[in-house]
Structures are given as structure tokens and as C-alpha cells.
């Protein structure tokens, strides 16, 4: 089915492992966003991309890495994970820059 | 740079009542905005949008006005349901260079009684 998905759905990890969150889109959408939800905090963007090769620092990217070999995938990766960065991950695309965002169901992330 | 600010939660309404939450934001230029709702375990889902100013946005009996004199979108609905219990969240877009990127708020949790 056409649409954005994410895997795993939950992650229980370790402080100082590395996790990778996978996204994949099938709309060929050329915008890729990645934004944690906290408590409090609403969502606030990660990293984006713009097209394949093409990624940029949102607003919190600090401790994450992401790569856009194909258009139809956006992995985020924490290199070394932190308690801090227990959250719920959203991945969205967009099909032009006009802020009509799809949006994953999430991954829920756990940092002991 | 750009905030959005929504009125704090959460709200807590009988079925049929009426609903507001209000959103004001600061942005430069002209933005877009948004309010997005996410259902319980789900992502978030576009519910309206307003791209100028005096611009209605409007769907499944929820509007709002996009007011460029207050910086506020604020959103209603005349009559709500308990299927609309759901998290809100309001949203900018600076346009121009910004990709489409989102200025989220920080979320209203509706809840809607029998």
C-alpha cells in the first residue's frame, strides 16, 4: 500500500548504543522531515531533506545523523544514544515545500 | 524566529458543545498556517490549513480564521464529538526558502464526554 512508514514502531535501547530509525515514503515525495514529540514541547524538527543528498540541521539535530541516498528512504540515526532522547519519532514527507506534511505513525524510542 | 503558542490544556467538553482553542503566532513574512490533529496512537494528519490572511480554512466542521491584525488562528467547532477527542496541534510555515517546514505548537488534548 502507498503511504510512510516507519520501523521499529518500539525501540528499547541502551545509553551509548547506536539506533537507526528507518522511514520509507512510496509517493516519491521530494521532502523528507524528521520531528520528536515531547511532553510539553509539541514537535520540534530534526533534520529535513530536500531531495536525495540534499539534508539540512532543523532545530534540534544535535546527537542525530541522517543520510538520503534514495528519495524513497530517510534513516535517522543516534550515534550514541542519550536518556535525553527518549521521545516519540515522527517521519513525514511532503510532495512541495507547502507545509502539507504526511506523516508516519511513529516510533516510540526508550533510552535506559 | 518563528513560535507558535497554543492556550494550555487539556480541554475537557460534553458531546455538542462548543469548541475553541486558541493558537497565536509570531512569524516573519507571510506564513502559512496550519492545524494538524493526531488520534490516539496514530501520526498526525493535516485538518485545515490558511494560506493568506482573512483566509478560512475549514473541514469536518472545524474552521478557522487566519487573522493577520491578532497573529492568531484560532480553532472552533460549533458542535463537537467524542470521536473528536484527539491531541491539536497548530502549525506555521514560513514559506520562501523554508521548505515547508513546520513551527509546531505545543498541542491541545482534547477530550470529549457523552
Known amino acids: 500500500d502507498a503511504g510512510i512508514t516507519q520501523s521499529p514502531r518500539y525501540k528499547i535501547t541502551e545509553t551509548g548504543r547506536q539506533v537507526t530509525l528507518m522511514c520509507h515514503q512510496t509517493w516519491s515525495h521530494s521532502y523528507m522531515f524528521w520531528y520528536r514529540q515531547d511532553l510539553g514541547h509539541g514537535l520540534r524538527l530534526i533534520y529535513y531533506?530536500?531531495?536525495?543528498?540534499?539534508?539540512d540541521k532543523g532545530e534540534v539535530p544535535d546527537g542525530y545523523v541522517v543520510s538520503r541516498s534514495k528519495t524513497e528512504n530517510f534513516p535517522l540515526t543516534l550515534e550514541s544514544a542519550t536518556r535525553s532522547q527518549t521521545s516519540v519519532y515522527f517521519c513525514a514527507s511532503s510532495e512541495a515545500p507547502t507545509g502539507e506534511l504526511f506523516f508516519g505513525e511513529g516510533s516510540r524510542l526508550t533510552v535506559l | 524566529g518563528d513560535s507558535v503558542t497554543q492556550m494550555e490544556g487539556p480541554v475537557t467538553l460534553s458531546e455538542e458543545a462548543f469548541l475553541t482553542i486558541n493558537c497565536t503566532y509570531t512569524a516573519t513574512g507571510y506564513p502559512s498556517l496550519f492545524w494538524y490533529v493526531q488520534y490516539p496512537g496514530e501520526g498526525l494528519q493535516l485538518l485545515l490549513k490558511?494560506?493568506?490572511?482573512?483566509d478560512k480554512g475549514s473541514n469536518k466542521g472545524f474552521e478557522a480564521t487566519y487573522r493577520k491584525e491578532t497573529t492568531s488562528f484560532h480553532l472552533e467547532k460549533g458542535s463537537v464529538q467524542v470521536s473528536d477527542s484527539a491531541v491539536y496541534f497548530c502549525a506555521l510555515s514560513s514559506g520562501g526558502t523554508s521548505y515547508g517546514k513546520l513551527t509546531f505548537g505545543q498541542g491541545t488534548i482534547l477530550t470529549v464526554h457523552p
Open positions: 490558511a494560506t493568506k490572511a482573512d
Open positions: 531533506s530536500a531531495a536525495a543528498d540534499i539534508t
